[in-house]
Structure formats: structure tokens, C-alpha cells
DNA sequence: CACAAATAGGATAAAATTATCCGAAATAAA
DNA sequence: TTTATTTCGGATAATTTTATCCTATTTGTG
């Protein structure tokens, strides 16, 4: 469904959010060890991340990354998806077709369309406060 | 959502249907050709499948890819996926977790829990017979 | 200013996926 | 039985994705 930096980004940006509420920055050895990833790549996700405006980093002595508070509820998660996958997750022929749409559908392009459509609703509809407030509460789990 | 080999997998699958039901066997360059694929790697599929006894295959002169005409319509779309990229796109967790379930569950394991099941359901429910006849009709197309 | 602590970014490596090539084996027909 | 045709299967290559390493740059503090 998702890459894996596409998945390790979404878990990071979960974790950055948990501190950010707390006033904590957080580094790439930190958040790969929390959401179990390779340090080094899930730093150039980061960086990703920041370029895309998503998540902020601090250089220096005390830097890190960190979240705007007031920006928490309103990331959705269609932004980081969007920012590291692209939009192949929604736009993307099930079948591979360059050119896939009502005039000229694949075998599954019908069979495919409200799966898709939920999927994007359901991307375009979460934001990063609800993920994070139910790792916060233990309801779910960044690793394991 | 699918890989490369299971796009061209479902496609060959479906072109091996149509053909076999007018009783014609067809080559890996055929399907290739109809399906728009690499005719080397499809061919390497069309060995999966036979493997997977989805198709079967005829060697020597006058042979080729067929599928019996009585199996057409039982063969099911989730079969196909099942033989070339196994189980993982209704099991895999949508954040990568090794276990992920109702009590150790993902940050977004609920929200994709009736997405995941409403997939697997359409390929369980799709069979082969409908989307041939789709193409034959030309409601739908294999290519572009 | 010098130093320590961080992120940024380029180069490279490893692994997985996608793709190609070629000879072996099987089979039908002449 | 020979020949032409066709799938099978192993080896290899190309590409993409995933992952690592090292140096440069930035920035706060003493």
C-alpha cells in the first residue's frame, strides 16, 4: 500500500507530534528508536518531511524536530503520504493502464473506484492529533 | 497496491480467458503484445500461474497458455493476487507493524480495517468469467 | 571566538523488483 | 526420426527502493 518511507514517515510524524505537545524536540536516533526504523534513512525522510512543510527542523545545539502545536490537527495524513508517495496511492490504474478513467476503464477500474474513493476519504479525513493522542492513551502502538 | 508482475499477471489471465474461450491457446509474445508487457518477464508470470494452477500450459508445436473453459468463472481475481504477491496486501499492517491486530493494533489499523476488508472481499467476489466478458464487450480494455 | 551538538546533503552500498537472454526439454507434424 | 515450434528454467542485467556513511553547515553556549 504505502512505501516503507512513506510508512516510517507517517509513524515519525506521529511520534514528533506526541513531543511536540510536550515542548520536546526530537532527533533521528530518538524517533528510529521509537518507531523502530534505520536512523539514517528515516533522517532523509525527515528531511523530506521539512521540505514538504510538514514537519519543522531546528539545526544546532537543542535542535531537533518539532511540530507547530496549533499545526497538529490540521496535518492530515494525505499530506505526508502525498508528500513521500505521491498520489499514485489514489490516482495510480490498479492495473498499471496509462490512461484509466470512466471513457476508457481497466477490467477493475469500477470494482477498484469506491475502495479508492474510501481511501482517500479516510487519508484526507485524519490528522495527526487523533493518531497521536491514541498513542498517547495506549489505544495503539508506533512498533512491535 | 499491486506489483508490476501481479498487474501483468491479472491482464494476461484475463487475455488467456478470452482466447480460451474460442478454443485458441496464445504465446507469452501474443499476450505480451495485448496487454502491453515485457514479454520475457510475463513470460516468467505465465510460469507462476501454471505453477499456481491457474493457467496451464501446452509446450511444443501448436501449444501455448490456456485455461480450462469450466474454470473460468471460479477462478477468482484473489487467487491471481494470492499466487504472485501472496497475502500481503489484505495482512500486511498499514504501517509496516510485525503484529498488528485488535489488541496490538497500528496508529491507523481500525481506519484501514474495513478498506482492507472491503478489497478482499471485491477480489474474492470477482471472477475471471466477468471481467473477460467485460473486454470482450469492450466495456473495458487491457492496454493504454 | 571556539566548541559541541544538530540537521543537511552528497556519495555509495545493499536488497528487492523488474526485465532480458539463452540453452534445455517437450511435443506435434511431416 | 527429424524438424519446427513452444514452454521451462537458470543466469544475468537494469532499475528502483531501501539503507548507510561521511562531511559540511548551522547554531547555541561557554
Redesign the interface.
Known amino acids: ?2 512505501s ?1 518511507a512513506c ?1 516510517y514517515g ?2 515519525a510524524s ?1 511520534f514528533i507530534a506526541i513531543n511536540s505537545y510536550e515542548g520536546r524536540r526530537v532527533s533521528p536516533k530518538e524517533i528510529s528508536k521509537e518507531i523502530d526504523s534505520p536512523q539514517a534513512f528515516t533522517a532523509k525522510i525527515l528531511q523530506d518531511l521539512v521540505r514538504h512543510n510538514i514537519i519543522n527542523s531546528v539545526k544546532g545545539a537543542y535542535g531537533g524536530f518539532e511540530i507547530d502545536k496549533d499545526k497538529i490537527a490540521s496535518t492530515k ?1 494525505s499530506q505526508i503520504v502525498n508528500a513521500i508517495d505521491g498520489d499514485k ?1 489514489y490516482n ?1 490504474c ?6 484509466c478513467d470512466e471513457n ?6 469500477d ?2 473506484k ?2 479508492r474513493a ?2 482517500k476519504d ?1 487519508l484526507e479525513n ?1 490528522n495527526l492529533e487523533e ?1 497521536a493522542l ?2 498517547k492513551s495506549g ?6
Do not use: N
Open positions: 500500500m504505502f516503507k510508512e507517517i509513524k506521529i495524513l496511492v495510480h490498479g492495473l498499471g493502464l496509462h490512461t476508457h476503464p481497466c477490467p477493475v477500474h470494482k477498484f469506491t475502495i474510501e481511501l479516510m485524519t493518531l491514541d498513542i489505544l495503539t502502538f508506533l512498533k512491535i
